[in-house]
């Protein structure tokens, strides 16, 4: 078993998250948390050291991920951390597709407001996490590493998520992805004993909660 390092993040999603996660209100719904899954991905696209998608690739399979020796866990609602429940909440299902704005004869294109151009007019019947809205992820590392300032995640990477290092409290604890430790990393984690599970969907099998110590524990014999 290695030493790592292992850093607190606190994320705050600045911009509308949206991912088609759930059938909602006649629309779609995002997920309650962000994956650690994304946050890799968008760690290493902002760091210009993988360039994807792959055009030749017809399903994602990660393996990739497994060549940047560093982890996160899934960035789950500060409620849900500290074993509070679940707090994340979500924009209002969007039925215009200009956020509510002005709709010249339902164009979008009355030519003083400009409404055409308005950011996340896509968002159209989504419910995106709504800005402001604070998760914590652990970032477990073999060395130190420069957190980024800020990430792009979401459909379309219009999701802006601002990281900021905390210190440690024994107050906030780590929700792991069973399917990225298992499929991706090749290792296994039990589920037994653990006070919550959740299998969301097929890329994200929710389990929790563990402490800063039981990471360091587990990632030290994953991580090479």
Same mark, same amino acid.
């Given at each position: 078993?290695?030493?790592?390092?292992?850093?607190?993040?606190?994320?705050?999603?600045?911009?509308?998250?949206?991912?088609?996660?759930?059938?909602?209100?006649?629309?779609?719904?995002?997920?309650?948390?962000?994956?650690?899954?994304?946050?890799?991905?968008?760690?290493?696209?902002?760091?210009?050291?993988?360039?994807?998608?792959?055009?030749?690739?017809?399903?994602?399979?990660?393996?990739?991920?497994? %060549?940047?020796?560093?982890?996160? *866990?899934?960035?789950? @609602?500060?409620?849900?951390?500290?074993?509070?429940?679940? !707090?994340? $909440? #979500?924009?209002?299902?969007?039925?215009?597709?200009?956020?509510?704005?002005?709709?010249?004869?339902?164009?979008?294109?009355?030519? %003083?407001?400009?409404?055409?151009? *308005?950011?996340?007019? @896509?968002?159209?019947?989504?419910?995106?996490?709504?800005? !402001?809205? $604070? #998760?914590?992820?652990?970032?477990?590392?073999?060395?130190?590493?420069?957190?980024?300032?800020?990430?792009?995640?979401?459909?379309?990477?219009?999701?802006?998520?601002?990281?900021?290092?905390?210190?440690?409290?024994?107050?906030?604890?780590?929700?792991?992805?069973?399917?990225?430790?298992?499929?991706?990393?090749?290792?296994?984690?039990?589920?037994?004993?653990?006070?919550?599970?959740?299998?969301?969907?097929?890329?994200?099998?929710?389990?929790?909660?563990?402490?800063?110590?039981?990471?360091?524990?587990?990632?030290?014999?994953?991580?090479?």
């Amino acid at each position: 078993m290695i030493d790592l390092e292992i850093t607190l993040l606190k994320i705050e999603n600045i911009s509308p998250v949206n991912y088609y996660y759930i059938a909602s209100s006649g629309g779609m719904r995002s997920s309650s948390f962000i994956g650690d899954i994304a946050l890799k991905y968008a760690t290493l696209k902002q760091m210009g050291e993988l360039d994807y998608p792959s055009p030749t690739k017809f399903k994602p399979t990660y393996e990739e991920l497994n %060549n940047f020796d560093f982890w996160y *866990t899934v960035a789950v @609602n500060e409620k849900t951390a500290m074993s509070e429940g679940n !707090g994340t $909440i #979500f924009m209002k299902n969007l039925t215009r597709n200009t956020m509510h704005g002005i709709d010249y004869n339902g164009t979008n294109k009355y030519p %003083n407001a400009r409404e055409g151009s *308005t950011m996340y007019k @896509n968002f159209y019947f989504q419910q995106p996490i709504l800005p !402001g809205n $604070i #998760f914590y992820t652990y970032l477990i590392s073999k060395d130190k590493m420069e957190i980024p300032p800020a990430l792009r995640v979401g459909n379309g990477k219009t999701g802006l998520l601002k990281l900021v290092k905390i210190t440690h409290s024994d107050k906030v604890k780590a929700v792991l992805n069973r399917y990225s430790i298992e499929n991706i990393m090749g290792k296994k984690v039990s589920s037994e004993g653990l006070n919550y599970t959740e299998h969301m969907l097929l890329q994200y099998f929710l389990i929790g909660m563990f402490t800063k110590e039981q990471l360091g524990e587990l990632y030290g014999k994953w991580i090479n």
